[in-house]
């Protein structure tokens, strides 16, 4: 079963974070490649760009060469897209429903609904993400998480 990653985490992969060698010893003792929706291809050019406007990466690397290098791991299979479709966002509406009308509620947001309902969707046994309301979300709706209390 895979195992599904949050934008948040890929992005640390291709643009240097305090904690990004904690998540290549993840990628590196995997044993397949991370899937993650689609959409996320999208949300890491958008968070290449910012992190350029402030300035957040190295001189030799700027927001298209992490870009290419993105591209380049998806062509070559190191990272797994799932496709959007309607499907996700039916299951994206349950899982909602799920958070928001429980009696102890999660404010869960969109995107990471839409993530969630993506990796529902594949059968992930897990998610990694450093999202404290998406790991709760993903815990409630029975997926496991990389990180507990995150």
Same mark, same amino acid.
């Given at each position: #079963? %895979?195992?599904?990653?949050? =934008?948040?985490?890929?992005?640390?992969?291709?643009?240097?974070?305090?904690?990004?060698?904690?998540? *290549?010893?993840?990628?590196?003792?995997?044993?397949? %490649?991370?899937? =993650?929706?689609?959409?996320?291809?999208?949300?890491?050019?958008?968070?290449?760009?910012?992190?350029? #406007?402030?300035?957040?990466?190295?001189?030799?690397?700027?927001?298209?060469?992490?870009?290419?290098?993105?591209? *380049?791991?998806?062509?070559?299979?190191?990272?797994?897209?799932? %496709?959007?479709?309607?499907?996700?966002?039916?299951?994206?509406?349950?899982?909602?429903?799920?958070?928001? *009308?429980?009696?102890?509620?999660?404010?869960?947001? =969109?995107?990471?609904?839409?993530?969630?309902? =993506?990796?529902?969707?594949?059968?992930?046994?897990?998610?990694?993400?450093?999202?404290?309301? #998406?790991?709760?979300?993903?815990?409630?709706?029975?997926?496991?998480?990389?990180?507990?209390?995150?």
């Amino acid at each position: #079963m %895979p195992v599904y990653w949050d =934008t948040c985490c890929l992005l640390k992969l291709y643009c240097r974070e305090s904690d990004s060698g904690r998540f *290549q010893e993840y990628l590196i003792e995997a044993e397949e %490649p991370p899937a =993650t929706s689609s959409l996320t291809k999208s949300e890491l050019f958008f968070a290449f760009q910012q992190k350029e #406007m402030r300035g957040e990466l190295a001189d030799s690397i700027g927001a298209d060469v992490c870009f290419r290098d993105l591209e *380049q791991d998806l062509e070559i299979g190191r990272i797994q897209l799932v %496709p959007f479709g309607e499907d996700v966002e039916a299951e994206a509406r349950r899982i909602a429903t799920l958070c928001y *009308q429980d009696a102890s509620p999660i404010a869960l947001r =969109t995107l990471d609904g839409l993530h969630l309902a =993506t990796a529902s969707l594949i059968r992930a046994r897990k998610i990694v993400s450093t999202d404290a309301r #998406m790991n709760a979300a993903a815990q409630r709706i029975g997926l496991g998480t990389l990180f507990d209390g995150a």
